[in-house]
Protein backbone atom coordinates (compact mmCIF):
# COMPACT_ATOMS: atom_id res chain seq x y z
CA UNK A 1 0.00 0.00 0.00
CA UNK A 2 1.22 3.61 -1.00
CA UNK A 3 -0.03 6.53 1.23
CA UNK A 4 0.12 10.33 0.66
CA UNK A 5 0.50 12.28 3.95
CA UNK A 6 -0.02 16.05 3.32
CA UNK A 7 1.40 18.77 5.27
CA UNK A 8 0.61 22.47 5.40
CA UNK A 9 3.36 24.81 4.37
CA UNK A 10 1.70 27.96 6.12
CA UNK A 11 3.94 29.19 9.44
CA UNK A 12 2.04 32.23 10.65
CA UNK A 13 -0.36 32.10 13.33
CA UNK A 14 -2.53 34.48 12.09
CA UNK A 15 -1.24 38.35 12.90
CA UNK A 16 -0.09 37.22 16.30
CA UNK A 17 3.80 37.42 14.79
CA UNK A 18 3.90 33.78 16.53
CA UNK A 19 4.66 30.74 14.28
CA UNK A 20 2.51 27.92 13.44
CA UNK A 21 2.65 24.77 10.86
CA UNK A 22 1.91 20.59 11.47
CA UNK A 23 1.27 19.44 14.38
CA UNK A 24 4.18 16.95 14.94
CA UNK A 25 2.31 14.27 16.85
CA UNK A 26 -0.31 14.12 14.28
CA UNK A 27 2.70 13.42 11.90
CA UNK A 28 4.96 10.89 13.87
CA UNK A 29 2.17 8.70 15.01
CA UNK A 30 0.52 8.04 11.88
CA UNK A 31 3.67 7.69 10.14
CA UNK A 32 4.51 5.02 12.13
CA UNK A 33 1.55 3.19 12.17
CA UNK A 34 1.92 3.26 8.40
CA UNK A 35 5.30 1.91 8.14
CA UNK A 36 4.62 -1.00 10.68
CA UNK A 37 2.03 -1.92 8.46
CA UNK A 38 4.11 -2.18 5.50
CA UNK A 39 3.20 0.65 3.88
CA UNK A 40 4.85 2.96 1.51
CA UNK A 41 4.60 6.64 2.74
CA UNK A 42 4.83 9.73 0.60
CA UNK A 43 5.54 13.56 2.33
CA UNK A 44 4.01 16.41 0.38
CA UNK A 45 3.08 20.05 0.82
CA UNK A 46 2.14 23.28 -1.19
CA UNK A 47 5.16 24.29 -1.66
CA UNK A 48 7.27 21.20 -1.35
CA UNK A 49 10.81 21.22 0.56
CA UNK A 50 10.33 21.43 4.64
CA UNK A 51 6.88 22.09 5.46
CA UNK A 52 6.81 24.44 9.06
CA UNK A 53 6.48 22.64 12.53
CA UNK A 54 4.40 24.26 15.15
CA UNK A 55 7.03 25.21 17.80
CA UNK A 56 4.44 23.77 20.68
CA UNK A 57 3.84 20.94 19.02
CA UNK A 58 7.36 19.98 20.12
CA UNK A 59 7.67 21.29 23.79
CA UNK A 60 8.33 19.28 26.15
CA UNK A 61 4.92 18.58 27.58
CA UNK A 62 3.39 17.71 23.65
CA UNK A 63 6.33 14.83 23.00
CA UNK A 64 5.24 11.45 22.59
CA UNK A 65 7.26 8.37 21.90
CA UNK A 66 6.44 8.57 18.28
CA UNK A 67 7.48 12.06 18.01
CA UNK A 68 10.97 11.44 19.65
CA UNK A 69 11.28 8.73 17.59
CA UNK A 70 10.69 10.84 14.34
CA UNK A 71 12.81 13.79 15.72
CA UNK A 72 15.49 11.12 15.92
CA UNK A 73 14.94 8.91 12.57
CA UNK A 74 17.29 10.10 10.10
CA UNK A 75 14.93 8.62 7.25
CA UNK A 76 11.86 9.76 8.42
CA UNK A 77 13.63 13.66 9.38
CA UNK A 78 15.05 13.38 5.40
CA UNK A 79 11.41 12.56 4.02
CA UNK A 80 9.90 15.52 5.65
CA UNK A 81 12.25 17.54 4.28
CA UNK A 82 11.91 16.45 0.48
CA UNK A 83 8.46 16.80 0.87
CA UNK A 84 6.76 17.31 -3.02
CA UNK A 85 4.84 19.75 -4.04
CA UNK A 86 0.99 18.68 -3.78
CA UNK A 87 0.46 20.13 -7.73
CA UNK A 88 2.89 17.04 -9.09
CA UNK A 89 0.87 14.46 -7.03
CA UNK A 90 -0.87 12.06 -8.82
CA UNK A 91 -3.54 10.99 -6.94
CA UNK A 92 -4.15 8.06 -9.01
CA UNK A 93 -0.53 6.68 -7.38
CA UNK A 94 -1.80 6.30 -4.12
CA UNK A 95 -4.28 4.12 -2.26
CA UNK A 96 -4.78 6.08 0.53
CA UNK A 97 -4.11 10.11 1.32
CA UNK A 98 -4.25 11.30 5.17
CA UNK A 99 -4.09 14.36 6.46
CA UNK A 100 -2.67 16.10 9.87
CA UNK A 101 -3.36 19.22 11.60
CA UNK A 102 -2.00 22.01 12.97
CA UNK A 103 -3.24 25.24 12.86
CA UNK A 104 -1.28 25.87 9.58
CA UNK A 105 -4.03 23.59 7.26
CA UNK A 106 -6.14 26.47 8.01
CA UNK A 107 -5.22 28.87 6.32
CA UNK A 108 -3.20 26.95 3.00
CA UNK A 109 -4.40 23.85 2.28
CA UNK A 110 -8.37 24.52 3.37
CA UNK A 111 -8.31 27.41 0.01
CA UNK A 112 -5.72 25.21 -2.05
CA UNK A 113 -7.70 23.81 -4.96
CA UNK A 114 -4.76 21.11 -5.60
CA UNK A 115 -5.63 19.81 -2.19
CA UNK A 116 -9.36 20.04 -2.51
CA UNK A 117 -8.92 18.10 -6.25
CA UNK A 118 -7.07 15.34 -4.47
CA UNK A 119 -9.52 14.69 -2.35
CA UNK A 120 -12.24 14.82 -4.43
CA UNK A 121 -10.70 12.26 -7.04
CA UNK A 122 -9.26 10.01 -4.43
CA UNK A 123 -12.86 9.46 -2.76
CA UNK A 124 -14.44 9.29 -6.49
CA UNK A 125 -12.29 6.65 -7.32
CA UNK A 126 -12.98 4.35 -4.46
CA UNK A 127 -9.88 5.30 -2.45
CA UNK A 128 -10.18 6.37 1.22
CA UNK A 129 -9.14 9.46 3.10
CA UNK A 130 -8.17 10.24 6.89
CA UNK A 131 -7.82 14.04 8.53
CA UNK A 132 -7.10 14.95 12.10
CA UNK A 133 -7.09 17.56 14.34
CA UNK A 134 -7.42 20.67 12.69
CA UNK A 135 -7.25 19.17 9.25
CA UNK A 136 -11.35 18.08 8.56
CA UNK A 137 -11.34 21.98 7.84
CA UNK A 138 -9.49 21.21 4.74
CA UNK A 139 -12.85 19.58 3.37
CA UNK A 140 -14.70 23.25 3.41
CA UNK A 141 -14.22 23.83 -0.09
CA UNK A 142 -14.65 20.06 -1.54
CA UNK A 143 -17.83 19.04 -3.23
CA UNK A 144 -19.74 16.07 -3.74
CA UNK A 145 -20.27 15.33 -8.04
CA UNK A 146 -23.35 17.10 -7.68
CA UNK A 147 -21.97 20.12 -6.49
CA UNK A 148 -23.15 20.08 -2.88
CA UNK A 149 -20.68 19.92 0.02
CA UNK A 150 -18.54 16.56 0.33
CA UNK A 151 -19.71 16.59 4.15
CA UNK A 152 -22.74 17.30 3.59
CA UNK A 153 -24.85 14.05 5.73
CA UNK A 154 -21.64 12.69 6.36
CA UNK A 155 -20.92 11.71 9.94
CA UNK A 156 -17.85 13.79 10.86
CA UNK A 157 -15.77 15.10 13.62
CA UNK A 158 -12.55 17.91 14.37
CA UNK A 159 -10.74 19.97 16.34
CA UNK A 160 -13.39 21.31 18.96
CA UNK A 161 -14.53 24.59 19.61
CA UNK A 162 -13.99 23.76 23.74
CA UNK A 163 -10.47 23.02 22.32
CA UNK A 164 -10.09 26.09 19.99
CA UNK A 165 -10.61 28.24 23.21
CA UNK A 166 -8.98 25.90 25.17
CA UNK A 167 -5.83 27.14 23.51
CA UNK A 168 -7.35 30.46 23.15
CA UNK A 169 -7.02 30.76 19.22
CA UNK A 170 -10.96 31.12 18.53
CA UNK A 171 -10.51 35.19 17.81
CA UNK A 172 -7.22 34.29 15.55
CA UNK A 173 -7.92 31.05 13.60
CA UNK A 174 -9.62 31.78 9.95
CA UNK A 175 -12.61 29.84 10.82
CA UNK A 176 -13.75 27.15 13.59
CA UNK A 177 -13.49 23.94 12.51
CA UNK A 178 -16.55 22.68 14.65
CA UNK A 179 -18.32 25.53 12.81
CA UNK A 180 -17.61 24.76 9.65
CA UNK A 181 -18.45 21.45 9.21
CA UNK A 182 -21.66 21.81 11.06
CA UNK A 183 -21.94 24.96 8.71
CA UNK A 184 -21.38 22.85 5.60
CA UNK A 185 -24.37 20.19 6.58
CA UNK A 186 -22.16 17.91 8.31
CA UNK A 187 -23.11 15.52 11.44
CA UNK A 188 -20.60 16.45 13.76
CA UNK A 189 -19.52 15.19 16.99
CA UNK A 190 -17.38 15.20 19.61
CA UNK A 191 -15.87 13.81 22.95
CA UNK A 192 -14.19 15.51 25.95
CA UNK A 193 -11.67 17.84 24.98
CA UNK A 194 -8.22 16.14 24.20
CA UNK A 195 -9.67 12.32 24.01
CA UNK A 196 -9.62 10.61 21.20
CA UNK A 197 -12.63 9.93 18.68
CA UNK A 198 -12.61 9.23 14.93
CA UNK A 199 -15.53 8.85 13.16
CA UNK A 200 -15.37 6.89 9.79
CA UNK A 201 -18.44 7.59 7.60
CA UNK A 202 -17.64 5.42 4.28
CA UNK A 203 -14.40 6.05 2.76
CA UNK A 204 -14.05 9.28 4.86
CA UNK A 205 -12.63 8.78 8.19
CA UNK A 206 -11.71 12.43 10.68
CA UNK A 207 -10.25 12.75 13.96
CA UNK A 208 -10.87 15.43 16.47
CA UNK A 209 -7.43 16.17 17.94
CA UNK A 210 -4.08 14.87 18.12
CA UNK A 211 -4.96 11.86 20.65
CA UNK A 212 -7.13 10.59 17.73
CA UNK A 213 -4.16 10.63 15.37
CA UNK A 214 -3.07 7.38 15.67
CA UNK A 215 -6.62 5.88 15.93
CA UNK A 216 -7.16 8.15 12.97
CA UNK A 217 -4.24 5.84 11.15
CA UNK A 218 -5.34 2.72 12.65
CA UNK A 219 -8.95 2.82 10.67
CA UNK A 220 -7.30 4.00 7.92
CA UNK A 221 -5.19 0.63 7.88
CA UNK A 222 -8.05 -1.40 9.09
CA UNK A 223 -10.30 0.15 6.34
CA UNK A 224 -7.56 -0.84 3.61
CA UNK A 225 -6.65 -4.49 5.01
CA UNK A 226 -10.00 -5.46 4.94
CA UNK A 227 -10.75 -4.71 1.56
CA UNK A 228 -7.70 -6.36 0.65
CA UNK A 229 -8.49 -9.04 2.24
Same mark, same amino acid.
Request: glycine share 10%.
Given at each position: ?35 ? $? %? ?9 ? %? ?38 ? =? ?11 ? %? ?34 ? =? ?20 ? $? ?60 ? $? ?7
Amino acid at each position: MKVLVVLTSHDQLGDTGRKTGFWLEELAAPYYRFKN $A %GWDVQLASPLG %GQPPLDPVSNEESAQTDDTRRFEADAEATAALANTVRLDS =VDAGAFDAVFYPG %GHGPLWDLAEDENSARLIETTLRSGKPVALVCHAPG =VLRHTTQEDGTPLVRGKEVTGF $ANTEEAGVQLTDVVPFLVEDELTKLGGSYSKVADWQPHVVQDGLLITGQNPASSAPAADALI $ALLEKRAG
